[in-house]
Structures are given as C-alpha cells and as structure tokens.
C-alpha cells in the first residue's frame, strides 16, 4: 500500500515486521486463503536485518542454499554464502512475485498494542494509525534493535560514531582513524574490508572470539543451471547441508568435547594466519568453543596481522571529544568510532509495547521470570499473539529461515484449528508454558553455552539463557508440526461479537 492510503481499521491478522518472519508469514497466510492481514514494517522496504545491516563485507555466515525460504528457492545464489545486497535482493523478489505488497505499510511503527478482553481483539497503535485485528502476529526478531555500548563520555566524542547496524555510508573512511568496538560477526566482517582503506584501525576486543575457515566459493555456471534445471539436485545439496550443520548439535548440546576436532581446526586457523606470539595470545580464547557463536572469517585473522591494525584489549574506560581511552591510560586518537556492539536480544523494545490480559506488558511479564513462552510462539496472558524467532528459537548452527518456516505452519494450523472450531481467541495455559520451560531450561544446563564458562548474548542479565534452542532443528518442527489445542484455553466467541469469531 501506498504511503497516502490509510491503514485499514480492522484486520484479521496483523503481522509486525517484513524480514523474513514477517514476510514468510504474509505469503503463507495468503496462501492459506487468509487474505485478510496488514504487515506493518517500521523501515522502507522488506528484509528486516538483511536490510538493515549494510555494513562493508556484509554476508550470511550460513550457507545459501539454505538460507531461504523452502518454498521459494533461488538457484540464482552466486556464492556459497551470499553477500548482503543478494540476500536483501532475494526477498524484495520473493515479496514482489508472491503479490501480498498491496498488504505493506511501510515506515509504520507499532507504539502501543492492547488485547481487548470485550471484543476478544487487539487494538494496536501505529505511527501512521489504529487497526484492531483478531491476532497479533510480530516477526519483529531478536536482531533489531542495535545495543548501543555504555561508555563514559561517548556521546561526548566529536568525530562521527555509529553502529554496524546503521552504517553510514556517507562517512568516507578512507586515511581516518578509525576504532572498531566488538569483536563479534559484525565487526569480524567489517574489519577487514575498512582496515585497507584507513590510516590506522584500533579494534577493541573484550573477548576472543573462535573464528573458523570460511569455506566460500562462487558457484560455478554449470551449478547454477543445475540448480535450476534440475531441482532435486538443489534439494539434495540443501538437505546436505541442513543435515551437516545439524551434526553441531550433539557438541553444543550434550557434550562440548565433541567439538575439539573444530577447536583445533579454528586454532590452527588463527596460527596460520599470525606470526606475532603476543597477537596470538590476545586473540586465543579462553572458554570452550560454541560458548559464543562461532564465526567463519579468512580475512579477519590477517587483517589484525596489518602494520596499520592494532588489537586492543585492555579494557575501554571513557571516550573523549577525539580518543578512546583505556584502563591502563592509554588515549587513543580517533576520527571515527564504530559500534560493532551487536543488538538487545533478551530484552527486545517491541514486548514494552504489547500489553495482554489485563493491561500486562510483556516486558513486565518477562522481567520478573526471564523472556519465556510456550513453544517459543504463544504466552500465557496474550491471547492470539504469535511470536516468530520468540523465545529460545534462535539457534548457534544452522539456519533461523528453518526455524520461522516451523512456527509459521503452526500459526497457520493454529488459525484452522480456531476457524473450524469457533474460537474467538487461544491462549497457551501457564502449566503448559512453565513446564515446556522447565523442561528447556533443564536442557540447557549441559549445554556449551551455559557451561562453557563465557558470557555472551544468549544469555539474560540473570545468567539465563532465553534465546537459543536447545536441541535439534528437527525436533523443534516435530514439536510444532501441530497445533496442540489440548494445551490451550479456547475462549468461544462472545455472543454479542459473534462477527468476530
Ligand atoms: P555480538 O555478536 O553481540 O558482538 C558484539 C561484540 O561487541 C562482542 O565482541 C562484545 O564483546 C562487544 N561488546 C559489546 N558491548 C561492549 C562494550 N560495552 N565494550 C566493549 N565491547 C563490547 O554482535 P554482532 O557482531 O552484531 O552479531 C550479533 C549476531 O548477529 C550474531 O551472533 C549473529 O547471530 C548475527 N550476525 C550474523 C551474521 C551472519 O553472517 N549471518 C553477521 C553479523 C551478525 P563480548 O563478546 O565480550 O560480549
């Protein structure tokens, strides 16, 4: 829709978010014969964090072939892990060619959600209006709202300073002084595309990340036309490699011994790459590997390796009006500061705004007990909200498109079970949530990321782990393949509103 066309008062289902949840939802509901929905994105086009980020170097650190949507296969990839702007490019096609565009409202915030226990609706609060709608669908992800650091003074610094998430191409780093803050997937892909360009580079790093081979190629010509030609053959090599990645599993979950055959391979990967024993030691960690996520980078271990790069470790104290300064006092001159400090993952901004039964914020709900759901999907208190990549869904191994593809057929049987039924609204019931949790959290004690012995983001301010998903993919869809209503409250329409139901 246009930006002049009003938003439509009422919907069936509201999406909120266009990156791949949200647009993945969009073509299967429509699909679905559940024409009826609106998708708000509060940015200008489709493709969520795959539009967002534009940084230099930019790219999916899963492979291609399955970072797509199962039902809109692109044997056009050009390489075995896509750059940015092929990923972004992918999904404006798939959105255009599924023909659900005329249901996007662009540049449209949600600020203000509310479920209506009278009408059995939410009521919802944009930046370009009101809609009330049956379900509240958000695929808003758990990687858009970039984590500013907090840094004494930095607001302080006069030279420009952004985040990887908000790149700003019209800043020229060519001969400035540059300092790169993080050591994370972002800034692992940003280093060595700007460290040419600068004078100098400063990388502050809090903690050494392991960082892998990064087996990348471009795909041959008689590839991609067997891809295209030969769709089975697409099929098996994306099996192949979904079943590959799942063979991380086993070492992230049970048992982290099972992964030393990757911890040798990324030591000696770092080896290769840098000569100085001091480098070396800086960026040798120092928990077990899969703790953090694990990057895959060629160039970012030589990059470090240039005469005009420099890896600091020393703990950042303040920045000044042109200088990082450090805890052993030293100050740094700068230009330019980059953010590579990643995004707010266990307190997401959206949960502020949805309040459920009884006017609750789910941001309220969650800070007592830690961001929890049923399913990762539904919550107890907030009746027909459907939350893609929610709650422990995120995964350290393979692909989230997965993941999405998983809860969206569970939304959608889940929206057939109440239209055949009658149901006005579902909600999961608190037993069922506290003991899928219970059952998780109980998992997830073994796992590397609890136990092996480092911080990251995966894990709340209270040490629990909210995010990841702690067992097979497989297991996750086999878990979600139906809708299980016994688990549920199903409120039958009120009478008097029986249009809604
Ligand atoms: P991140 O992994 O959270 O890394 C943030 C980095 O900033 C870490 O090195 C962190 O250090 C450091 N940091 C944070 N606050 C700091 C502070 N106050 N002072 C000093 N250092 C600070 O963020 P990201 O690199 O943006 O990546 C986030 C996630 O996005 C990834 O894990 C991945 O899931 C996704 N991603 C994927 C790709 C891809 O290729 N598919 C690319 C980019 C991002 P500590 O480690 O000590 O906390």
Redesign the pocket.
Known sequence: MTQQQALPATVDHLIVGAGFAGLGMAIRLAEAGEDDFLVIEKDGGVGGTWRA?TYPG?????PSQLYSFSFAPNPDWSKSFSPQPEIEAYLRKVAEKSGTLDRFSFDTELTHARWDEADQRWHVTTTRGEVTSKTLISGSGG?SAP?L???EGIDTFQGEVFH??RWRHDVDLTGKRVAV???????I?IVPEIAPDVAHLDV????A?YVMPRNDRRYTRVERLLFKAVPAVRRAYRTGIYLGRELYVPGFVWNPKLMTPAKKIALAHMTKAIDDPELRAKVTPSYEIGC??ILISNTYYPALAADNVDLVTDP?VKVTGDAVVTADGTERPIDVLVV????QTTEQPIAEHIHGRGGRALAQVWAERGMASYKGTTTHGFPNLFQLVGANTGLGHSSMVFIIESQIAYVLDALATMKTQQYAAVEPRQQAQDEWNATLQSRMRRTVWSAGGC???YLDAHGKNTTLWPRSTISFRRLLARFDAEHYDLQPARRNEGANA
């Open positions: 980020n930019a790219a999916c650190d899963v990687l984590k650091p907090d840094i990887s998430a803050i993080g050591t994370g997937a972002s800034s892909q502050y790093q809090r903690t990340p953090k996520r950042i590579a400090t990643g995004f911080s990251s983001w």
